[in-house]
């Protein structure tokens, strides 16, 4: 559930933007299409509930929309779990903070959210809050803002690389979330969605509350001669930068964008992906699984971004 508009960021080195990619027009046009019909049904959906006052109706739209972005069938999370998984918003220039989607801290100081979710000047993701479970309770959180936010430079292309890298202006004290290898995620079956996102599959409620599900990885490229264009025209991902997971009414929704999606390795979790998008052709808004950008293919992007500002991952 993305909503593209041009971010670029001064990364040219091959080890950081990787392969380049073709403009598929035709694609491109299948996505947009996609996009207005989610949207446009979503709209419809919400704006039907609202009460007839013109200025709230309004007021809907732009939470809407600011909210496209992407947990259903899971359960809120205890007091203290998932600390590293933080509330993304804007601060306007009234000192109101707009919560609109979820991220990952994977270091002291970074922390990676969807692309789509840092798009100005449409929306910025310029504060985070951890060690929260709700954005109405955050008076032992730890907000810190942002230093820069940087989304991919192929995002806007290609519609793929959904993922921004956010350099926090201070080092948290809430403990990152370490990332997983690529070995590590082909070895897994299923992933852990946390966000706080909407909770039911039309996507008109909830959001702001922390919630994680399990579902299993449907679509996955384990080996580089793997056939996957099936999947990948009928589900509109791509298996090199993406996997699918989720569906049958377990799955991520809109404000869950950018949010982690956790393997377990027996005591230790790992950050695998990011909440990005539903599939291309779900029957509603959420629930019928979802699309998440792969963080071990985008390791060099992130250290390229972390290493402007002289900060390693390791």
Not at 52 to 71: C, V
Not at 84 to 102: A, F, H, R, Y
Request: glycine share 10%.
């Amino acid at each position: 559930m993305e909503n593209k508009m041009n971010q670029r960021f001064g990364c040219t080195s091959a080890g950081c933007t990787g392969k380049e990619e073709s403009f598929d027009p035709m694609e491109a046009h299948r996505r947009l299409a996609d996009k207005f019909n989610a949207l446009g049904s979503l709209l419809t959906s919400y704006m039907n509930e609202a009460p007839l006052d013109r200025a709230l109706r309004n007021n809907h739209a732009i939470q809407l929309a600011l909210a496209t972005a992407r947990i259903i069938g899971g359960t809120p999370v205890s007091k203290g779990e998932y600390k590293d998984c933080c509330l993304i918003g804007e601060s306007l220039p009234n000192g109101i903070v707009q919560w609109n989607c979820t991220g990952v801290l994977v270091h002291p100081q970074i922390v990676l959210t969807a692309a789509h979710c840092h798009q100005p000047p449409r929306v910025t993701a310029s504060v985070v809050a951890l060690s929260c479970e709700s954005m109405n309770h955050l008076k032992d959180a730890e907000v810190i803002p942002a230093k820069i936010s940087v989304a991919h430079p192929k995002y806007l292309q290609t519609g793929l690389h959904d993922i921004s890298v956010i350099i926090l202006k201070k080092p948290a004290t809430t403990p990152p979330c370490p990332l997983a290898t690529t070995n590590e995620l082909k070895s897994s079956q299923q992933l852990s969605l946390v966000g706080f996102g909407n909770s039911d599959v039309y996507s008109t409620r909830g959001f702001g509350e922390k919630r994680h599900v399990q579902v299993d990885i449907i679509g996955i490229r384990k080996d580089p001669n793997d056939d996957l264009d099936a999947l990948e025209i009928k589900y509109g991902f791509e298996s090199d930068v993406e996997i699918l997971a989720g569906g049958l009414g377990f799955d991520s929704c809109n404000g869950d964008s950018g949010g982690p999606a956790y393997i377990d390795l027996g005591p230790q979790r790992k950050v695998a992906a990011l909440t990005s998008r539903a599939f291309r052709g779900a029957s509603k808004p959420c629930g019928d699984g979802g699309i998440y950008t792969r963080t071990d293919v985008e390791l060099d992007f992130i250290s390229h971004v972390a290493g402007s500002y002289s900060i390693s991952l390791n």
